[in-house]
């Protein structure tokens, strides 16, 4: 799990540090030397890694360039181009 750290340093200066543990304790073990304002766990963060043929990218790029040009917002974009593919490479980006 990851947790967004906010931390008081020595010097009297705040900081945000996102870091990955197990559990809260572990979070404050890791900083023993300073103080600790707040602990907020966050959701895992999800990668996704597709790997596209050239070809595919630039399909997939002229795509969201012409619907982007036609007034779309990005989200809607992606969404249409989503619901349009047959290519499961791309709906997993979209």
Do not use: H, W
């Not at 010097?11 to 809260?24: M, P, V, W």
């Not at 070809?55 to 790029?61: N, P, V």
């Amino acid at each position: 799990m990851f947790y967004k750290c906010k931390i008081l340093d020595e010097t009297g200066n705040i900081f945000l540090k996102t870091i990955e543990a197990k559990s809260e304790n572990e979070v404050i073990d890791r900083f023993k030397n300073e103080i600790i304002i707040e602990i907020i766990p966050i959701k895992e963060k999800v990668e996704y890694k597709v790997k596209l043929k050239k070809i595919e990218l630039q399909r997939l790029f002229s795509q969201l360039s012409n619907l982007l040009y036609s007034g779309i917002p990005i989200l809607g974009a992606f969404k249409i181009i989503e619901e349009e593919t047959e290519n499961r490479k791309i709906k997993k980006i979209a």
